[in-house]
Nanobody, 115 residues
């Protein structure tokens, strides 16, 4: 059973930065795409960023220019660098690993942006 473990969440002032990490117990190369999603209180889960095995990336419009997704296959880890954070970025952030036959989620890490 593959496990995804997120870390790096916390509380930060508006304008601050955080770096989330997601480490996979198996091989990250097994999956076609890795994703970061988030869910704010009272809202549905939304896509934040994707990174494909090729290292191509895609971002939600709301985070373009502020967030950067990257991966280190040797460490089986994907990262989400979040800069210029806003209060509306407050949410639980989830890591996802997806292939044609498998789909795994982490337990989530809380990010709170507040003054």
């Amino acid at each position: 059973q593959v496990q995804l473990v997120e870390s790096g969440g916390g509380w930060v002032h508006p304008g601050g930065s955080l770096r989330l990490s997601c480490t996979i117990s198996g091989s990250i190369a097994t999956f076609d795409v890795m994703g970061w999603y988030r869910q704010a209180p009272g809202k549905g889960r939304e896509l934040v960023a994707h990174i494909w095995r090729s290292a191509s990336t895609a971002y939600a419009d709301s985070v373009k220019g502020r967030f950067t997704v990257s991966r280190d296959d040797a460490k089986n880890t994907v990262y989400l660098q979040m800069n210029s954070l806003k209060p509306e970025d407050t949410a639980v952030y989830y890591c996802n690993a997806h292939s044609l036959i498998d789909d795994y989620w982490g337990q989530g890490t809380q990010v709170t942006v507040s003054s």
